[in-house]
């Protein structure tokens, strides 16, 4: 039976579990401003308007590792089209600003930060949607093949070249919205990726490409209940649960901003005025707890201010405490040798207060469990079917044992761990 497997760099990415976006968007500069995805760009947010005083992408990465994320991932161009790098390809970016005397690159600051605090890099690029060349790829009718529309294309993939060669070895790309394919029209992008950067992960990546991971369908931190890591191919992004014996490897990754959803740009762009609309620490912990603990990977927005600083630094500091604190002292872990089987038992001295069993299951060679139940003193808390790299499971319970049945499997399973906290 055929059975779709990680590359090693997936199974180093779930590893990862926690990262940042961040979101230095232009339009934060023009109050009045509303729609990006127009020529429009080109007057109502003109570079003379963009005049930050404290830009500082280290602060930025530093509160990243704050909250102990693993990497981290920087909007380089965003719907507005604007460039946060020294682009050769328009003049729609940081070299026309007064910062630095145009001699600014965020991008390489950023990348410099990341090594400084030891997150992981990644780079954000929007295709589907450029202001700057009224490009939205989401209109009715968009002729893909038109000349307009394919020099468009040859600028997205220098600029993404750009980006791809000159700030060393990146760990994740994003792509909102996926990608036109080729023979639609739209960029040829996989060459280039596996030219420059082979080894890094890539939301909604092309398919032809081996590193993919998709959208889990959201940006409020739901995540199903029994969330697959493997897909139908040809519809990854169809289905947020993903299929058990889907044909393709493409582990979901929950994207969650730090204001809430009803704060300007969905909670992704700062605006003055919205610090009520912060996420509670709390709720930030709920949503790794449902992300994390569901078989994707959490990455948590980060709205920039018009200054140039991450005025939320404290909501990040006060999350990164809150998760070390609930997941900091085990009360117990799988001890057996046996760790492939179909039964596994965690016998306390005494009995003690439960709150949440973790379970990882080897997934090297794929998921193999179907279905699993948790009991606890030998009555069952819990039903599921996926484990993948992660289940966090909460419980209220004062446990003597504890124990793992798993009810199917495709083949012999083998758990990775079991912690009781």
């Known amino acids: 039976m055929y059975k779709a497997k990680p ?19 232009m339009e934060i500069y023009n109050p009045d401003f509303k729609e990006y995805k127009t020529a429009k760009v080109r007057t109502e947010l003109a570079p003379e308007r963009i005049n930050p005083q404290h830009l500082d992408a ?10 102990g994320a693993k990497y981290a991932i920087i909007v380089a161009n965003h719907c507005t089209g604007f460039s946060l790098w020294q682009t050769k390809v ?52 968009v002729d893909y093949f038109s000349p307009e529309y394919q020099s468009y294309v040859k600028d997205v993939e220098k600029q993404v070249k750009e980006l791809w060669t ?32 082979p080894n890094a992960v890539c939301f909604q990546g092309p398919l032809d490409y081996p590193h993919c991971i998709r959208w889990v369908g959201n940006e409020n931190g739901s995540v199903p209940e029994n969330c697959w890591a493997t897909v139908d191919g040809k519809n990854k992004d169809a289905f947020p649960e993903g299929k058990p ?21 969905g909670g992704w762009a700062w605006r003055e005025g ?14 790794y707890i449902n992300a994390v603990g569901r078989n994707t990977n959490l990455l948590l927005g980060m709205a920039i201010n018009a200054d140039g600083v991450f005025e939320d630094e404290e909501q990040f500091r006060s999350f990164g405490k809150l998760l070390k604190e609930t997941f900091a002292n085990p009360l117990a872990e799988y001890s057996g040798k046996e760790k492939t089987g179909f039964d596994f038992v965690i016998n306390l001295p005494e009995k003690k207060p439960v709150k949440y069993v973790v379970i990882r299951e080897d997934i090297t060679d794929g998921q193999n469990i179907r279905s699993f139940e948790l009991l606890i003193n030998g009555e069952i808390v819990y039903k599921g079917e ?4 992660k289940r966090i499971i909460p419980v209220e319970a004062s446990a003597g044992r504890i124990e793992l049945r798993i009810t199917c499997a495709v083949e012999a399973p083998t758990i990775r761990d079991i912690v009781v906290y």
């Open 7 to 25: 590359t090693k760099e997936i199974l180093a990415w779930q590893d990862a579990e926690l990262g940042v976006l961040i979101h230095y968007l």
């Open 58 to 67: 280290r602060q930025w990465v530093r509160a990243a590792y704050e909250t």
């Open 90 to 141: 328009n003049d729609y970016g940081v070299a026309s600003l007064k910062w630095k005397n145009g001699k600014g690159d965020l991008v390489r600051d950023f990348i410099d930060a990341c090594r400084e605090f030891g997150l992981k890099p990644g780079i954000y690029y929007s295709t589907g949607c450029n202001g700057y060349y009224d490009i939205d790829d989401s209109r009715k009718n």
């Open 166 to 197: 000159e700030y060393g070895e990146l760990f994740e790309i994003w792509f909102d919205g996926g990608i036109i394919p080729v023979e639609k029209g739209g960029p040829d992008l996989t060459p280039i990726l596996k030219k420059y950067q």
């Open 245 to 265: 014996d889907g044909d393709y490897y493409c582990p979901a990754e929950t994207d969650v901003p730090n204001r809430s959803n009803d704060a300007f740009g």
């Open 274 to 287: 919205e610090e009520d609309k912060v996420l509670s620490p709390e709720k930030l912990l709920e949503c």
């Open 386 to 389: 996926c484990i993948g790299h």
